[in-house]
């Protein structure tokens, strides 16, 4: 929100006395952060940062309130002529308890403009001046003093004024232009012929002030929050006045913003006041709130005294009992953020300075929790990973549905995981695959010249169930382009499926990843973390002897079929060798040639052997023998 | 080779000399012819001798010259047969002495030629660790990952662990838990992401539904295990359009801490140990008055500039400081939420923008660098510990 300097001093005499990075320290010290400063018509506008708790401070008058109350300086008096109520010029009905409140007064607009200065202050808060002095002056209230107030021109009333909720499918052309169908929810100002305005978010067009209007209706009410906030909300209507009406605007200010009003239009345009009432009245304030010594105490970490407390909050507004050990606590009208002990502490606190809190660690009050096994296990794989020359991405958890189906497992519809509200298409499933995304970042390395691409992702993916998506993390696996081949010793081969199986291997998956093709020479597997192996629970494991006498290698050229499965001829050597001496068997190198007999390729299977003694060249040569043997009765044969 | 050339030269003089002292001018062309040939010949080998630059070179020089038969020396040799009788002593020992030159010069050029194919084999052999050598392939962890396990490192010391939760979550965990009121705008499907099938459920907003999970869990045991402290990093969804500033996905760590008699100062004191646990032990910190829904008193935690030491610099924007992180103590609605007594117990809370922190640490001017996954971006950013 901006805030005019001058203006800001015209409310507290003593900020004029602040240079401009005191004044911003200030108002950051108590809440009301600086985003900017701007030098605007002869003066500094500063970009207030207000939370939406403190609709009481979206004002000039607001915030030095808050000054004064922390400089413990005077505020200047609020300069109103209390118009005379009188008779009602219009009949004014309030039908909900949700309009509380409503003073409005008649008056016959002269000739005049808004003065200059007052369009110079709108023109620093970057409001354009209307030149109407009635909606100016309306304007400048609510920048001034936060309460919002409205002009209606009084002779394009019907009737009388209902303050009531709009009936469902009733319509009103609003200030904007927009004709917009109400609900029964919306408030709405209503004359004879129907709504004339939505209650505390914005006028009706057929009753708006014009160069034309003679006679203006002022209206300066206050409209329960929430269902402005509604309104405001339901048709895409934020404005000035819902922003604070919606925030909670001080009811007791009603009849003075109404006079305030007055005051302006007969200055500025010698209007001339027609009648002036207020209908209904503004609603008691709440039960005091306690504030005790000891929770003080606990939230500002020292012991504050009572009296201490009790100036603070009285700076504030709050009418303070103080009784033995704790203060009885009514907040001011226009602090509806008051509540609770805490919100009293954090007002003693924040007047003091935040800057005054002790510092202190909190003591241990039982044993620490370790790490989850789960967490731990995701931290070390990921570690793993990058030092096995992976690269970490981190990607959107939505995708597209087409890349989504093409990845995601079958029995894992769309459906289940499909957001209603998107940022577009390409992001509208929550995928059952992490594939898509690492294959588009992929690409999007290779595209960018990378000679090699190695990724990663450990993420959750999403499988559809009735009670919704159950989220499981996956580590999701990329690797293609060109292995190796950037030094003098190492040769340069394009990355292969095996490449993905042996990393697969190596974290300890026990069995064949599904290792799927995601372009031109780029591969992908994922699995379920929490499939893989587990760490060890002990610190180091269970000792395992080994022996210390010489291993024997062999070797077995074996000429097979192109389609032998090498699964089930390992497994048939491995079965008629004697499994306490073979540490080893495996295809070292496999041979395909034109000079191999037609549809047979050769390969190489070497088998270590070792035991607790020294092996014999006779009994090695014999399982040897058996396992040619084996491999012999799957059609394999010794390779000349 | 000069001195090779000098010998030869002393050796030719000396036989010239003998030849001469027994010759006549009448003994006819024969002679004559026979010397000039040992000259020319002589001449010939001592300009080829270092031409040969290896071994076989070498060889083919020899057998040209001194060879067993048709060499140069075995033609000189023949001729002696024909000489006259007087001079073949004389000539004899000349072509011999020729020869025994050849001999030795062949000899003394094998071996530097020896020595130099011995040099160039060693430099063959040798490493020269200059050369570009193979190096392990290097991956990296992703930058915001590795800024959150540093968190969790840094809180480690004090008792805290990492509780974690879905991230599709229930309204009732991602706001009614929190305080967060029925109405308010963060709930709005301009917000927040609802899935189609299941009405009731939206993807998490912040990771603050992990504290409700957490307290509702360990709410009847808290007395026994004395308060609860954890964090909760992970990734959290607003419906944000994708640019330099914003991304519908991000992440955040949470803190939470609740024990008998917490205040403020645990928070300020916790706070102040960690940040300058990862920013270096002369940070400042300072609280801010500020407001959340789930937290009273609430702040926004300020820490002293990390890049310029608080002299001011565009990131700091000249202040010297840098908002960091929003917390405060646990809203009494909260812990009673959870089925916790905020008579009895009390705690803060905190959470902190991942991504904001790895912008400023590293000055990183577009947030989609983080998600794009530029190997390049990742292993300078990331890397490895």
Redesign the interface.
């Known amino acids: 929100m901006w805030i005019e300097r001058k203006a800001l001093a015209a409310e507290i005499p003593a900020a004029a006395g602040l240079d401009t990075r005191r004044l911003c320290e200030t108002l950051?010290?108590?809440?009301f952060?600086v985003d900017g400063v701007a030098a605007r018509e002869g003066t500094e506008a500063l970009d207030v940062d207000i939370?939406?708790?403190?609709g009481d401070a979206m004002s000039h008058r607001g915030l030095a309130r808050e000054l004064a109350a922390k400089l413990q300086q005077p505020l200047a008096p609020l300069e109103a002529s209390p118009a005379v109520e009188g008779a009602p010029g219009i009949d004014v009905r309030l039908e909900t308890p949700a309009c509380p409140v409503y003073s409005t007064a008649i008056l016959e607009l002269g000739m005049g403009d808004t003065p200059l200065e007052v369009q110079a202050f709108l023109l620093a808060l970057e409001s354009t001046p209307k030149r109407l002095p009635a909606v100016d002056a309306s304007n400048e209230l609510l920048h001034r003093f936060g309460h919002p107030t409205h002009a209606f021109d009084a002779d394009r009333i019907r009737g009388a004024v209902a303050i009531r909720w709009a009936r469902a499918g009733e319509t009103l052309t609003t200030l904007d232009g927009v004709t917009r169908t109400l609900v029964a929810q919306d408030l709405v100002i209503a004359d004879a012929s129907g709504p004339i305005a939505l209650a505390g978010v914005m006028g009706g067009d057929g009753t708006k002030v014009t160069e034309a209007t003679r006679r203006v209706l002022l209206e300066s009410a206050w409209f329960d929050p929430?269902t402005v906030?509604?309104t405001a909300?339901r048709h895409s209507l934020h404005t000035d006045a819902s922003h604070r009406f919606g925030r909670g605007a001080d009811p007791a200010m009603a009849p003075v913003a109404r006079d305030l009003l007055v005051d302006r239009l007969r200055a500025w345009c010698g209007a001339r006041l027609m009648g002036a009432w207020t209908v209904g009245s503004a609603p008691v304030a709440g039960a005091p709130v306690p504030l005790t010594e000891t929770l003080l105490?606990?939230?500002?970490?020292?012991p504050l005294s009572l009296a201490e407390a009790a100036d603070a909050l009285r700076r504030l507004g709050c009418s303070v009992d103080v009784e033995t050990g704790g203060l009885r606590v009514i907040p001011p009208t226009w602090r509806h953020d008051l509540s609770?002990p805490?919100?009293l502490?954090?007002e003693v606190?924040?007047l003091r300075g935040?800057?005054h809190?002790?510092?202190?660690?909190?003591?241990?009050?039982?044993?620490?929790?370790?790490?989850?096994p789960?967490?731990l296990q995701r931290?070390r794989l990921?570690?793993r990973?990058?030092?096995?020359?992976?690269?970490?991405?981190?990607?959107?958890?939505?995708i597209s549905p087409e890349a989504d189906v093409a990845f995601a497992a079958p029995g894992n519809p769309a459906?289940?995981?499909?957001?209603?509200?998107?940022?577009g298409q390409e992001?509208s499933v929550?995928r059952g695959s992490l594939l898509p995304s690492l294959r588009a970042?992929a690409e999007?390395?290779l595209r960018?010249g990378?000679r090699?691409?190695?990724?990663f992702e450990l993420?959750?993916t999403?499988a559809?169930a009735p009670?919704?998506?159950v989220?499981r993390f996956t580590l999701g696996m990329a690797w293609g382009g060109i292995l190796d081949g950037?030094?003098?010793?190492?040769p340069a081969r394009p990355v292969r499926e095996a490449d993905l199986s042996g990393i697969a291997q190596e974290l300890g998956w026990d069995r064949l990843p599904e290792v799927r093709s995601l372009g031109e020479g780029l591969f992908g597997f994922e699995l379920t973390v929490s499939e893989l192996p587990p760490a060890e629970a002990r610190v180091i494991p269970a000792f395992r002897p080994f022996s210390r006498f010489p291993a024997v290698e062999r070797d077995l050229s074996l000429l097979v079929d192109l389609g032998q499965a090498y699964g089930a001829l390992a497994a048939a050597m491995k079965a008629a060798l004697p499994l306490d001496t073979l540490q080893d068997l495996r295809c070292v190198d496999v041979f395909r040639s034109k000079g191999l007999p037609e549809g047979r390729q050769a390969w190489l299977m070497r088998m270590r052997f070792q035991a607790d003694r020294t092996l014999v060249g006779e009994e090695v040569d014999g399982w040897v023998a058996a396992a040619l043997a084996a491999a012999e009765s799957l059609g394999a044969k010794l390779r000349a | 080779m000069d001195s090779m050339q000098r010998q030869y030269e002393e050796g030719l003089l000396a036989w010239w000399g003998v030849i001469l002292r027994g010759s006549k001018e009448s003994d006819g062309p024969g002679e004559a012819m026979v010397l000039r040939e040992m000259k020319k010949r002589s001449a010939d080998f001592y300009n080829l001798l270092p031409e040969c630059k290896d071994l076989d070179s070498l060889n083919r020089l020899k057998g040209e010259f001194v060879g067993r038969d048709g060499s140069h020396a075995a033609k000189l040799m023949d001729r002696l047969k024909t000489a006259p009788k007087e001079q073949k002593r004389d000539l004899g020992a000349a072509i011999n002495g020729l020869k025994q030159g050849w001999e030795e010069g062949l000899k003394t050029r094998q071996a530097e030629l020896g020595a130099a194919k011995k040099d160039l084999n060693a430099l063959a052999d040798r490493w020269d660790p200059s050369l570009p050598p193979p190096v392990p392939a290097r991956g990296a962890l992703h930058p915001l990952n590795r800024l959150m396990d540093r968190l969790v490192e840094v809180f480690r010391p004090l008792g805290f662990h990492v509780e974690e939760g879905p991230e599709v979550e229930t309204e009732a965990h991602n706001f009614d838990g929190l305080n967060i009121p029925e109405d308010h705008s963060a709930r709005a499907s301009s917000d927040t992401f609802y899935l189609a099938a299941h009405p009731d459920l939206l993807l998490r907003t912040h990771t603050s539904p992990v504290q409700v999970r957490t307290l509702l869990r360990v709410a009847p045991e808290l007395g026994t295990r004395g308060g609860i402290r954890f964090l909760a990093p992970g990734r959290v969804y607003r419906k944000d359009e994708i640019d330099p500033t914003h991304s519908p996905m991000f992440h955040q760590v949470e803190g939470m801490l609740v024990g008998h008699g917490i205040g403020m100062q645990h928070l300020k004191g916790t706070l102040e140990y960690a940040l300058r646990a990862l920013f270096g032990p002369h940070t400042e910190i300072r609280l801010r008055p500020s407001y959340f829904p789930f937290v009273e008193p609430g702040c926004e935690v300020d820490v002293s500039c990390p890049l310029c030491g608080a002299a001011g610099c565009r990131v700091c924007k000249g202040s010297g400081w840098v908002e960091i992180l929003g917390a405060g103590l646990i809203h009494p609605n909260v812990l009673t939420y959870a089925g916790i007594d905020p008579t009895v117990w009390s705690g803060w809370a905190f959470g902190m923008g991942v991504e904001r922190m790895a912008m400023m640490l590293s000055q990183t001017p577009d947030l989609r660098l983080f998600f794009e996954n530029d190997q390049r971006f990742l292993q300078a950013m990331g890397g490895l510990d």
């Open positions: 950051a010290a108590l809440g952060p939370t939406a708790n403190r929430k906030r509604a909300r105490a606990r939230v500002a970490g020292e609770i805490e919100d502490a954090e606190l924040r935040y800057e809190i002790p510092s202190v660690l909190p003591p241990l009050e039982g044993p620490p929790e370790p790490l989850s789960s967490y931290q990921a570690r990973l990058a030092h096995l020359g992976f690269h970490q991405t981190v990607t959107y958890g939505f459906e289940g995981r499909t957001l209603v509200n998107p940022l992001y929550l970042a999007q390395n960018q990378a090699e691409v190695r990724l993420a959750p999403y559809s009670q919704g998506p989220e950037e030094d003098y010793l190492s």
